[in-house]
């Protein structure tokens, strides 16, 4: 079976460093997304990584090891608007999207 | 305004009835996706189509149908509504599938009682 494994929910402080991990099980790959969803919106697009490394935009950073099946999300300089959810998505051999449960982030000042 | 936008907004629907939720896209993204999100459980795809005239079963497509007669609009039709298909329905749209970055409508709250 597909699986994509994140944390439920996670705590940090505002200013602070937060790293959200995800790892996967999927029947091949064909890259990975991250999407933040605000509570009662809509998900919206933060990340695509498809090759090994660092991908940096800003205060969010996404990386990527295949070999491992694993990739984290990177958030800096936290502000209280970072207070969301963050969705972990592969892109399978069909070139459809399997999706994790989502980690809530909460900021405390 | 460019984008996705889904109708009706939220619903309470009895059971039994039949009720189509609509979606509609300017951006010309030919693949177009309806999730239903239910807490704990993240998004499931329901049907999916990759472009006009083609529509494919995700994995929870059983009391759905849906239509792709056109590049702008996915409706999303429950035959005969149960109280487990009370859910958060996202319709989304994307350039061409799955390696693309997806837009999502702002959801529909069904509840079935």
């Known amino acids: 079976g597909q699986n994509i494994d994140q944390p439920t929910e996670m705590t940090a402080t505002e200013g602070a460093i937060v790293q959200i991990n995800c790892t996967y099980q999927?029947?091949?790959?064909?890259?990975l997304f991250w999407y933040q969803q605000h509570a009662g919106e809509a998900p919206t697009f933060l990340s695509y990584?498809?090759l090994d490394g660092l991908e940096e935009k800003g205060r969010f950073s996404s990386f990527l090891s295949r070999s491992k099946g694993y990739s984290y999300l990177l958030l800096k300089e936290l502000q209280m608007k970072d207070s969301a959810s963050y969705l972990c998505?592969?892109?399978?051999?069909?070139?459809?999207?399997?999706w994790g449960a989502g980690t809530k982030l909460i900021i405390k000042p | 305004i460019a984008g996705i936008t889904q109708a009706p907004t939220s619903q309470i629907l009895a059971a039994g009835r039949r009720m189509t939720l609509r979606c509609t896209q300017d951006?010309?993204?030919?693949?177009m996706y309806w999730y239903r999100q239910d807490l704990g459980l993240g998004l499931r795809l329901i049907h999916y189509?990759?472009?006009?005239?083609?529509?494919g079963k995700g994995e929870v497509p059983d009391g759905y149908s849906v239509s792709r007669a056109n590049t702008d609009d996915f409706p999303l039709t429950l035959a005969s509504a149960v109280p487990s298909q009370t859910s958060v329905y996202f319709c989304?749209?994307?350039?061409?599938?799955?390696?693309?970055?997806?837009?999502f409508g702002q959801g529909t709250r069904l509840t079935v009682v």
């Open positions: 989304a749209s994307s350039k061409s599938g799955g390696q693309d970055e997806a837009f």
């Open positions: 951006m010309r993204h030919n693949a």
């Open positions: 189509s990759n472009t006009a005239g083609t529509t």
């Open positions: 999927t029947s091949g790959f064909n890259g």
């Open positions: 990584n498809v």
């Open positions: 998505a592969v892109t399978d051999s069909n070139y459809q999207l399997i």
